[in-house]
């Protein structure tokens, strides 16, 4: 099953070009919803106007070369590994489904627009990287959602308790389980249920993209952003417009380390 391409099946009931459509709606969706929010948040107006000032502070000017490694640097170690969730279950968690969220979505772009159709040719690798991609979001999404959310874990709140901002998370894991549990039905022959969880998995899709304005989706732009300018601060010496480090060696005890913290 996990080598066989949902897609090429699903074509036999509705037209390639109709996938290829949705695919472009769901990302004119996240476009929209994207820049409806920066413009209703304000927030690229206040990350451009902090490095304004920010640069006003700068202690050296940063030549293109330099500017260049910082990035690619932020990129590989910050944004590629989310460091800024430190070492543990937190930040696996969040790489397993980030990364298996980008197989699923590329390969499911792949699939459609390039072996879906009359005579495509058969796409064993991209078709196990469709399945992989959504057991590693299933694997690090449910691990989050029932273990490692603040909500569950330091305020004991219980794993079924949703607020709106669990949105992008739901929306995310009903994609990737209701995606594999229709590949599972469609190559079983169970078609009745095959339709069905085609059903879920349309309607999470619309979900998930059409959620933007509302959910935690776009934290995937920003945030990359956001760890860009704060490592380019760094270097330049305008901090962010923070005070400097103290002269003293910075000796405070364990603080908050003395504990795990659980008392939000
Ligand atoms: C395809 C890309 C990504 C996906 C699918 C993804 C997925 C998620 C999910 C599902 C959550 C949990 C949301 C919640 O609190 O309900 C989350 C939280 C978070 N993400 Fe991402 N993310 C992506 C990219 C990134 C990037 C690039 C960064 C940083 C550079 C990042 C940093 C974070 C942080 C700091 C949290 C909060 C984690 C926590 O509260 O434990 N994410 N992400």
Known sequence: MINANP?????????????????????ILI????????????????????????????????????KASIVAKTTVYDIG?????????????????????ILFWVSSVVLIFSYTGVNSPSADIWSILWHGGAILTCIGGYWFWFFLRVDVSAEAHPWYRI????LFVLALLACSTFGLLWSYT???????LSYLFLTL???SNLILFG???WSKFAHMFYKPGAAIQKNLAEADGSRDNLPPPADAPEQ???????????HY
């Open 7 to 27: 897609f090429s099946v699903l074509a036999e009931t509705i037209s390639p070009l109709a996938m290829q459509g949705f695919i472009i709606a769901m990302i």
């Open 31 to 66: 476009a929209a919803g994207t820049i409806i929010q920066m413009i209703s948040h304000k927030n690229l107006i206040y990350f451009f106007n902090n490095a304004k000032k920010a640069k006003l502070n700068a202690k050296k000017e940063l030549g293109v070369g330099e």
């Open 81 to 101: 590994t989310t460091s800024e969730l430190g070492f543990g279950k937190r930040r696996l968690a969040h790489v397993l489904g980030m990364y298996g969220t």
């Open 163 to 166: 607020i709106k901002a669990d």
């Open 186 to 192: 469609q190559f079983n022959g169970q078609m009745v």
């Open 201 to 203: 998995f349309i309607l």
């Open 211 to 213: 959620g933007v304005y």
């Open 252 to 262: 405070f005890g364990l603080g908050i380390k003395r504990e795990e913290p659980k």
